[in-house]
């Protein structure tokens, strides 16, 4: 019997793929810097079993009409709308993704960038190596505390959720907004549950963690920056089209707001020439959320284990489109 084929749209560990040539005909685009060209992927998706695919790739629906006995699509991110579920799963093509193993260096990064932005750390580091640093100066390069203030985590999460642990940790007021009341999560942890409105007005920093839906995009507009603090300080490591950046960059550059942290954009790769970039009370990140070693593998492993399932009759427990394939 013939080898499953599957192709897998960026290099990954090298172990990953020793372990998915063993029981797969494997091809994969090799250039870690750019993505895969749409008319080698539109080639590809016509003869393959199971494709392999990054948040890079846009699987919509035109590319998924053309797969021929396409079994499953297999996202390494916990995200997953770059691809059309709807088209996937009228297909019967199952649909995967790597929860939960990114939890804690997702956490790890979100507070690392809140720290940075509020202590101007980036700034700072090109102040000096620029020679600027001349004297001590009781006010200069001041930013925002940290410890024993408010943070507002809007989406509770498993990252929202880890996030939280660690504002514990620095005796933080914390506030949250989600779809659904956590209560465990508020006895352990000492959490409010909050309005949106609230939240905006109380919160020193104000932490974007929701998933991106089509109810979640541009969800945080200019009406909600208004509400804010004028020292108060976004912070979104979740997707950029959940905030509107037109928007953003005004209230950062009225003094609206008074810093942001932005690990994603609505537009990845950032042009050079957006306007956000130009802001130096703005730190901004190339989407490195899950970017440690150790996680990048776990998320390699898990979407490989996925894949390999899938492509064995079984639907995978992080199949995304579970239900729908099970009516």
């Not at 939960?100 to 090109?126: H, K, N, Q, Y």
């Amino acid at each position: 019997m013939s080898k499953p084929k599957i192709f897998i749209t960026r290099k990954i560990p090298v172990p990953i793929i020793d372990q998915l040539e063993k029981s797969c005909e494997v091809s994969i685009w090799e250039h870690e810097d750019t993505p895969v060209p749409r008319e080698i992927l539109e080639e590809k998706i016509t003869e393959i079993d199971g494709l392999f695919c990054l948040l890079t790739e846009n699987i919509n629906e035109e590319l998924i009409s053309k797969a021929k006995k396409l079994k499953v699509i297999s996202n390494m991110a916990v995200g997953y709308n770059n691809i059309d579920i709807n088209a996937a799963t009228k297909k019967g093509i199952i649909v995967t993704n790597t929860p939960g193993v990114l939890t804690e260096t997702t956490a790890d990064l979100t507070f690392a960038l809140l720290m940075a932005t509020a202590r101007r750390i980036p700034e700072a580091s090109s102040y000096m190596r620029e020679g600027k640093w001349k004297t001590w100066s009781p006010m200069q390069l001041t930013g925002q505390d940290i410890y024993n203030s408010t943070i507002g985590i809007i989406g509770l999460g498993r990252i929202g959720e880890a996030l939280a642990r660690r504002a514990k940790g620095f005796n933080m007021n914390i506030l949250y907004r989600n779809r659904n009341r956590n209560l465990q999560a508020e006895g352990e942890l000492g959490l409010q549950y909050v309005s949106l409105e609230d939240l905006l007005k109380k919160s020193d920093f104000v932490c974007i963690m929701t998933p991106y839906t089509p109810e979640t995009y541009n969800m945080i507009r200019k009406e909600h920056f208004q509400l804010m603090k004028d020292t108060a300080i976004l912070i979104n490591t979740a997707r950029g089209g959940i905030v509107n950046e037109n928007d953003l960059y005004q209230a950062l550059a009225d003094g609206v707001i008074w810093a942001a942290g932005l690990d994603v954009f609505e537009q990845e790769p950032v042009p050079l020439d957006h306007p956000l970039l130009t802001l130096p009370n703005v730190v901004t990140l190339p989407h490195i959320g899950s970017a440690s070693i150790g996680t990048r593998m776990k998320m390699a492993e898990v979407a490989a284990e996925n894949l390999l399932r899938a492509l064995t009759g079984d639907i995978p427990q992080n199949a995304v489109n579970k239900e729908w394939l099970n009516d």
